[in-house]
């Protein structure tokens, strides 16, 4: 029963700052990697980041490079992601991600929106 639950979304002005939360249960977190995965309104699924278990490897889109910041806590069994300078362009349902072998387990998405 894997589960990923997202927090920490809301509405937000440009330039400002949120941090997104994951917690993950279900599943040995500290061996996965883990994506965040991001949809914006009436658009495809676009990768935003991935971390490595030990979370000494990290990787970001183009798009929000140098803006955004993957973590983790294992013993907290925790994923986030700091967002920062966020842009109108970054309003969309973030997703936590676990890839499984051929599989990709979802959270149900944490809602972010950036507007005046």
């Known amino acids: 029963q894997v589960q990923l639950v997202e927090s920490g979304g809301g509405l937000v002005q440009p330039g400002g700052t949120l941090r997104l939360s994951c917690a993950a249960s279900g599943f040995t977190f500290s061996s996965y990697w883990m994506f965040w995965v991001r949809q914006a309104p009436g658009k495809g699924l676009e990768w935003v980041s991935v971390?490595?278990?030990?979370?000494?490897?990290?990787y970001y889109a183009n798009s929000v490079k140098g803006r955004f910041a993957i973590s983790r806590d294992n013993a907290k069994n925790t994923l986030y992601l700091q967002m920062n300078i966020l842009q109108p362009e970054d309003t969309a349902l973030y997703y936590c991600?676990?890839?499984?072998?051929?599989?990709?387990?979802w959270g149900q998405g944490t809602q972010v929106t950036v507007s005046s």
């Open positions: 971390i490595k278990p030990g979370g000494d490897f990290t």
């Open positions: 991600v676990r890839p499984h072998y051929t599989d990709l387990d």
